[in-house]
């Protein structure tokens, strides 16, 4: 059995690694920035990588046909993303970054980017074990 006050338990580490990606400020940071909520943030991270088809887009977001649809919807009304026919599905549409959207997304990616406070203040050796130790947990 293992010791939840252990820093070498699995369960407490990967409480701090989560906590680190998911709760850090740059979620905050890139929402202020945009004006949006960070679902939002990440549908148009999506569409800015590449056109897709709403029910694609659904897909990759793990989320229903319905929701997506208001997402992009919003996202179209504030000039950053648009639909097309598809060429050769005519029940499908193709949702395209705008230049806005484009600029936006490559805006909330610098802000996402930045490394928090933390991890750019470890030292070389600490950041290197700390590769080494990611590197390991890749898929």
Known sequence: MTDPNDPADPTRVWSAMRALVLDNDRRREVCDALGMSFF???????????????????ADLMTDRPY?????????????????????????KIVTATPAGAAAAEEAERILGTPPTALR??????????QRVMTKLEP
């Open 121 to 130: 203040e470890l030292d070389e050796a600490d950041l290197a074990v700390l």
């Open 40 to 58: 939002r943030v990440k549908a148009l991270r999506r569409i800015a990588a590449s056109p897709i088809k709403l029910g694609d887009l659904a």
């Open 68 to 92: 997506t649809t208001l997402v992009v919807d919003d996202l179209a009304r504030r000039g950053l993303v648009e639909r097309t026919p598809h060429p050769t599905d005519r029940r499908s």
